[in-house]
């Protein structure tokens, strides 16, 4: 069992930048791809950036690319997510969620991912 905690969200303005990260409060994702994924009221959830359990690979969402990095550390207990030139319609909130496979890659289907952070609120004022 992985138990994911989102923290970094907040209330910024357009252009500014924000980092969001994520840990395990229970268990390890060491080993696991990573995906962000965010969502508005009404709205399905989509994919932003996801993570393969080496950081050897990543991938982006095309509203993602070039503004967004994901990024894990060494030892793969944190995974973050850099969001610059951020605009209104990156209002959301966003998740955090391990892949249910151990050494698992990068993934833009929320279905592949087993565990699911409770999410931050980042709101983008213009």
């Known amino acids: 069992q992985v138990q994911l905690v989102e923290s970094g969200g907040g209330l910024v303005q357009v252009g500014d930048s924000l980092r969001l990260s994520c840990v395990a409060s229970?268990?390890?994702?060491?080993?696991?791809?990573m995906g962000w994924f965010r969502q508005t009221p009404g709205k399905a959830r989509e994919f932003v950036a996801s993570i393969s359990w080496t950081a050897g690979a990543t991938s982006y969402s095309e509203f993602a690319e070039g503004r967004f990095v994901i990024s894990r550390d060494a030892a793969g207990n944190t995974v973050n997510l850099q969001m610059n030139s951020l605009k209104p319609e990156d209002t959301a909130r966003y998740y955090c969620a391990a892949n249910g496979k151990i050494y698992s890659g990068i993934n833009d289907d929320a279905g592949a991912y087993a565990y699911w952070g409770q999410g931050t609120q980042v709101t983008v004022s213009s």
């Open positions: 229970e268990g390890s994702f060491s080993s696991k791809g």
